[in-house]
């Protein structure tokens, strides 16, 4: 009877350095917004307060302004068609 000894596969997964990523990982992707200080208000806060319902202003601030972002592109958006 043959035993088959157990293999260990390298992680699949890379290791980023910690000096490559930005300080939060979303934050790449909304760096460019109008609502980037927004956002980050709302984090500093949570790193501050470990308290979700003592940063509401701030998620508040953000949301809006992302409200006000999205109607806005949609605005701009309105005249043009994918298909014409």
């Not at 890379?14 to 956002?39: E, G, K, L, T």
Request: a positive charge; proline letters at 8%; hydrophobic letters at 25%.
């Amino acid at each position: 009877m043959a035993t088959a000894k157990a293999a260990t596969a390298p992680p699949t997964h890379r290791a980023s350095s910690p000096a490559a990523s930005p300080p939060y990982p979303s934050a790449a992707r909304i760096a460019d917004s109008d609502c980037f200080p927004q956002y980050t208000a709302s984090l500093k806060c949570l790193e501050a307060n470990q308290d979700k319902s003592k940063c509401q202003q701030q998620f508040d601030d953000y949301k809006e302004c992302k409200k006000r972002e999205r109607e806005a592109r949609l605005e701009r958006n309105k005249g043009r068609s994918l298909f014409g």
